[in-house]
């Protein structure tokens, strides 16, 4: 007798279905860094060293100390001897400590016992400063990440070799019918004895690997007693069955009848063509899909349906596109080349924004954290504010749409709140761009935009977000959520050998001093403890020094680059500083309502 499946449902109505049906896999293994490719992580992966270990040269060249170039022109060369005033260094060499820019060997005369320049150079000129791209401690994925080939590089740099991962889920794909053949075991002369080649379980096999199944092809089953035994031996050790053929209505479909031999039958018959005869069950609770036999059919069947089981199994979500965005600022590029743009792509209102992220050849990271590239052809200057680019994209666009971003201050809590996130809710992320507290909101001021970070501190009323919110942001309803009070202050090197005691300090002759960018909280915070105190920033060296990051500041003083910089106190414990306070401070997030 011929059975019919006239209870079809629609697609989205199976795809529930089979979520609701199946459970996080729980395993996990420890594997190479280099084995890890679309590997998912068991827990936050954290940073064993810094990169670079130490401030080093970026080109072949010459150490000088930048002072000692500022005369030189064109018209005016200068001399600088060898090995004291300029040391031939190789890419990577330590810098000399008493050398603080690079000259590359192409910009210099050489001659016996000195070269010879004709251009002056800047601070830190073709200079790598320690933990530029990676700091030490820092978490750079989240549990339930996806591994990509970047990704591995990232993690070779911060030293680290072995990561711990959630095993591949176990897939077995059974082909079934009295006519097929295995091309690898029979001969094609039996084509000819009314055979089918099997292949479309080799191909299902290639797609379930590529989805990140560790699949085993199981034997032809050319009747249902020979399906029951294939059932039986493999059910303990496989987490997916696929039946391929025999899920349709005809006197040899085996499928359904054998899924509920060893349990139940979910759905049978889904509204999609082709791919209408798909089923799904549980067999002893082990998910179970029937895939048409038709090669199509079973293509588009196993795509949609073996995803949504992946992705339900190991907390990830896949899609691939490009995108069209905009860009929510003037990006500025240089002329005669054509610029790759590394950025984070904000999702609002149906409309993507592309925030830059780091743009140096060595920040590493910023590839990493990328969403997608934008090049800047060779013939522009770059972009104007609200140009409409085309990106590249390194993630999925369901990575972009199912995630919380922000934009404003930097701050530790947040690298927590995003791994708290992803082990809760593996389909969701949080990603953040620190451009400073005023820009966040600026941000939200626009609409970009629906959470920021912020920590700014008012002039007249001296109370911290909440007048500068309702000054840029009256015309939108918002949330405040507090997050943490932080204690900012002035970091200096262990033992304070320069005796700083206060922001007045900063003003003192000699004092070296590293500031944070404009528009950030702290940058806030120091001009207004200027301007009470009378201090004028010009009397400050070091004033139009800018950093991006509480942790940026901290290795400049670290390194002695610089005596003091303002940040906050978890930074001296990190890197092992002395911390003079001076004010605690709110660290918010602002959400649209």
Known sequence: MRKRYLNTIGRQEALRLVRDAMRPLDRTEELPVTQCKGRITAGPITALVSNPPYTCAAMDGYAVSFENTLDADLGSPISLKRETEAISVNTGDPLPPTMNAVIMVEDAEEKEEEIVIRKAAHL????RLTGEDIIEGD???PANYTLSILDLGLMLAAGITVVNVKQRPRLLIVPTGHELIDIYKQSVEELKQHRLIDFNSYLLKALGEEMGFEVTRGEIARNKDELRQIMTHHIPDHDVFVINAGSSAGTEDITEGMIQEFGEVIFHGVSMMPGKPSMFGLARGKPVFGIPGYPVSAVIAFRTFLQAAYDRLCGTRKSESTVTCVTPFKIASSIGVEEVLRVRLVNKDQKYYAYPLARGASVFSSLSQADGLIRVPDNLEGYLEGETVRADLLRTEDDLQNRITVIGSHDLSLDVLRDMIKSREPT?????????????VM???KGIIDVATTHILDEQEKVYNIPILKKYLSNRQFLVVHVAKRIQGLLTAKGNPKGIEGIEDLARPGIRFVNRQYGSGTRILLDMMLKERGIDRESIRGYDREESTHAATAII?????ADVGLAIYPMSRIFSLD?????EEEYDLVVSK
């Open 443 to 445: 941000a939200m001021q």
């Open 428 to 440: 969701m992320d949080l990603v953040s761009a620190h451009v400073g507290s005023l820009s966040g």
């Open 557 to 561: 003083v670290k390194e002695g680059i």
């Open 139 to 141: 978490i750079l994925f």
């Open 124 to 127: 830190w000129q073709h200079v």
């Open 579 to 583: 911390f003079i306070p001076l004010m």
